[in-house]
C-alpha cells in the first residue's frame, strides 16, 4: 500500500524584527531585501538541526502568490544538511516591466521541509509533515532612487481627512512603521505605506502619537513624532 502523507504548512511573516528568522532548526540570514538593478543578492540559511531538511524557495509577487517572472532564485531546490549553511542568490530576470521612478514590493518564500524515513511498503501509513515557510520582503529599488535617510522618514505625515485618518507617503519608497503609539496607546499593527501612497489606520482621533521606521538594515530608525496643535 501507499504511505499516505498529509502537510501542514506554517507561514512566519517576518516584517517587525531585526532579527534572524528562525524555525526547526533553521534560520536565514536576513528578514528583508534592498535588491537594486545593478547587483544580485544573497541569502544565507542555516541547519542547526541533527536531521537534514529541504529547502525550495521563489520570488512571489504577493505573500501567497504566483512566482514573479522578474527574479529567479538559485538554486530553486535543494538539499540543506545537517548543522551546516548554504545560500540562496536572487537574480534580476527582467526590470523592463519595472518601474524606474520608485520602488516595487515582492516576497521571497522559502520553505523548510523536513526529511521522512521510508516505511515498508506493505503497510499503509499516514503521516503528518510540518511545513515551514518564512516569508520576507523583497524590495526592488532602481538605481535612480538613493537610499532613505532620516529626511525621507520626516516626509511621511499622519494627517487626519474627514473621519478618517492616514499616514501619506509622498517618497518613491516603501516604508513599514512599527511601534505605534496613538494617543499613548500601543497600536496592535504594523503598517506598510507604498510609494506615493498612503495607508488608514482605524482610529477616531488622534492627539498624540509617535512610530518609528524600519530601515534597510532591518534596524529601527529613529522616534518620530504627531501632536496635534490647539489653537
Do not use: C
Not at 509533515?129 to 537610499?147: A, Q
Not at 499622519?158 to 473621519?163: A, D, E, M, V
Not at 504594523?190 to 532591518?218: E, H, R
Amino acid at each position: 500500500m501507499k504511505n499516505l502523507i498529509r502537510d501542514i504548512t506554517l507561514i512566519f511573516t517576518l516584517f517587525m524584527t531585526s532579527f534572524g528568522a528562525y524555525t526547526q532548526g533553521v534560520s536565514l540570514g536576513k528578514t528583508r531585501i534592498i535588491f537594486s538593478e545593478s547587483y544580485s543578492e544573497g541569502v544565507s540559511i542555516t541547519n542547526d538541526d541533527n536531521k537534514p531538511y529541504l529547502i525550495q524557495a521563489g520570488v512571489t509577487t504577493d505573500l501567497d502568490g504566483n512566482l514573479s517572472p522578474n527574479f529567479i532564485v538559485t538554486p530553486p531546490i535543494f538539499r540543506l544538511e545537517n548543522k551546516s549553511t548554504s545560500s540562496m542568490r536572487i537574480l534580476l530576470k527582467d526590470a523592463i516591466s519595472l518601474p524606474n521612478d520608485k520602488e516595487s514590493l515582492f516576497y521571497l518564500n522559502t520553505k523548510i521541509i523536513p526529511s521522512t524515513e521510508k516505511n515498508n511498503a506493505d503497510d499503509e501509513v499516514s503521516k503528518l509533515v510540518l511545513i515551514t515557510s518564512f516569508v520576507i520582503k523583497v524590495i526592488y529599488r532602481p538605481d535612480s532612487i538613493s537610499k532613505p535617510t532620516d529626511i525621507d522618514y520626516g516626509k511621511v505625515k499622519l494627517q487626519n481627512q474627514g473621519k478618517n485618518w492616514s499616514f501619506n507617503n509622498p517618497t518613491p519608497y516603501y516604508f513599514t512603521l512599527i511601534k505605534i503609539t496613538l494617543n499613548k496607546e500601543k497600536y496592535s499593527k504594523s503598517i506598510i505605506i507604498p510609494p506615493y501612497g498612503q495607508t488608514k489606520i482605524d482610529v477616531n482621533n488622534i492627539n498624540k502619537a509617535s512610530w518609528f521606521f524600519i530601515n534597510d538594515y532591518g534596524e529601527l530608525s529613529k522616534e518620530f513624532h504627531y501632536k496635534d496643535v490647539v489653537k
